[in-house]
């Protein structure tokens, strides 16, 4: 079924490690755009605009092939969270998260490297919930290092991951890559 090699525009472990756990044959590419969010711009046509960047600029480096861009969010009240700056934005960032329901949000771009007008973009929400969390608790998870390359601070599959409560919907999804999506756009594409 996963039988047409994907370029993956990205350099993220994480995804690298869904895309082998299904046993999809890949190659990575970092895309290495400009990650900057445009004035008003919300998270699902920010997180959707990255994807299909990172897909058509390494598509344009490839020449030929499919490319999968991908782009991941926490969105917590109004406020998008990408990866901290340092341990005092994962604090804080964990402060807003200590207690409530969130959102992942994840951009998904597949792209075929000679046609780029043909570009497949769409996304997945999925909804988290994070345990009340002590002071020392989170000074204890940002000692660990884990949240320093991951949107909104934390690691479900990580040792963030004994914070979870609950959540509605796709669990890749958290991770960084709704495989199944992919999987589906890839049918259509």
């Known amino acids: 079924m996963l039988k047409e090699k994907l370029f993956l525009a990205s350099k993220s472990p994480r995804r690298a490690e869904i895309l082998s756990a299904v046993g999809w044959p890949f190659e990575q590419h970092a895309a290495g755009i400009d990650e900057t969010r445009s004035d008003g711009e919300d ?8 994807a299909r960047t990172k897909a058509e600029t390494v598509a344009r480096q490839i020449g030929e092939g499919l490319v999968l861009g991908a782009d991941t969010v926490v969105v917590v009240g109004e406020e998008i969270l990408g990866q901290p700056r340092d341990d005092d934005d994962a604090r804080r960032m964990l402060s807003l998260l200590n207690g ?13 490297a000679d046609q780029l007008s043909s570009a497949m973009v769409e996304y997945q929400s999925t909804r988290v919930r994070f345990r009340d969390m002590s002071p020392d608790e989170i000074e204890w998870y940002v000692s660990t290092g884990e949240p320093g390359d991951k949107a909104g601070a934390y690691a479900i599959q990580g040792q963030g991951g004994i914070f979870i409560e609950e959540i509605e919907g796709d669990y890749f999804n958290i991770v960084g890559l709704p495989v199944r999506l992919v999987y589906q756009m890839a049918q259509r594409i």
């Open 100 to 112: 409530k329901w969130h959102k992942v949000l994840t951009g998904v771009a597949l792209v075929r």
């Open 43 to 50: 998270a699902i046509s920010y997180t959707q605009r990255l």
